[in-house]
């Protein structure tokens, strides 16, 4: 840890796109919150992230909602412009939702769930690395325990980082050397199956080594950067479309055998083997339609 005290930035006030409905993105934040790393509240969004080339940064985001704009500080401060675009990024400021909802009126499945929130969007994960972790760590678990057990990872092998004197103790997201590097007791030791440990390490050796650019799969057409991930040991269908859609800006990833897209189709009466056919119609907004699918199905 550094010696140097850390410092806020100057702070960053960035105005909010009428349709966006920040407080659903931190309802969604709240829900999934890992307490090393960060803090959520109905009002604000505190953590720390890893940037691209690896450093910790401490991100403190405050919802001005008379306003309607987002405060921002960081520690260290990357700059005002690429401060700004890691914040549009987290809370998909940048979106033109309009193509989208003009689709979704004409759509019998889309049409009442967007008329009844038309704002929501696409909030992103800052670091792919962390994104595919937590990924691993949530199949076959509830979203609560996904979190505990993301949280005891952070705790044992994350990277202390220092903070202004009104931050409350967190740490970075481990290192994907630090994960490389472990044993696969060691790993386990905070609560993981023998599956998830070997698929953990195995992302983790590809990333350290180089083998796997996250940067590199999102450029790449949606069919070759499915191929590549699923390529990745424990990575199937599912964890890669949701990756695509959750940390690599895809916003026509489409998770078509995800049990809450087919509950949620279900409900209105589609069968199973009409879902990929009605879902192509929404082609290229396929990841909002997954978001307003979920969100129909409730807590």
């Known amino acids: 840890m550094s ?27 709240v829900a999934r919150t890992v307490p ?14 890893r940037l691209a080339d690896g450093a910790p940064l401490l991100l403190d985001v405050v919802h001005d909602a008379p306003d309607h704009a987002l405060v921002v500080r960081a520690s260290p401060s990357p700059g005002p412009d690429a401060l700004r675009a890691l914040v549009a990024r987290a809370f998909d400021l940048d979106t033109d939702l309009a193509p989208f909802r003009r689709l979704a009126r004409g759509d019998a499945v889309l049409a009442p769930l967007v008329k009844a929130r038309p704002a929501l969007r696409l909030p992103q994960y800052l670091d792919p690395f962390e994104a595919m972790i937590r990924a691993i760590l949530g199949q076959q678990v509830s979203v609560a325990g996904a979190a505990t057990m993301a949280d005891r990872l952070v705790r044992a092998h994350g990277e202390p980082v220092a903070l202004p004197d009104d931050a409350p103790p967190m740490r970075a997201f481990p290192r994907a050397a630090t994960l490389a590097a472990l044993d696969p007791e060691t790993l386990r030791a905070v609560g993981l199956t023998r599956a998830k440990t070997a698929a953990i390490s195995g992302v983790a050796r590809r990333v350290a080594d180089g083998a ?15 191929a590549a991930l699923v390529a990745l040991p ?66």
Do not use: C, M, N
């Open 234 to 299: 424990g990575i199937g269908p599912w964890t890669a479309q949701w990756l695509r859609l959750r940390a690599l800006r895809d916003r026509d990833a489409f998770p078509a055998k995800d049990l809450g897209i087919i509950k949620a189709f279900a409900a209105r009466h589609v069968a199973i083997a009409d879902i990929p056919a009605h879902a192509d119609a929404w082609r290229p907004w396929r990841g909002y339609a997954t978001l307003h699918l979920w969100e129909s199905l409730g807590d």
């Open 212 to 226: 796997l650019d996250f940067a590199h799969v999102a450029a790449l057409p949606a069919a070759e950067a499915e």
């Open 36 to 49: 090393s790393l960060e803090t959520v509240s109905d009002r604000a969004w505190l953590r720390v992230v």
């Open 3 to 29: 010696a140097s005290p850390a410092r806020w930035s100057r702070r960053l006030r960035i105005a909010l796109p009428r349709d966006v409905d920040v407080p659903w993105t931190l309802r969604h934040l």
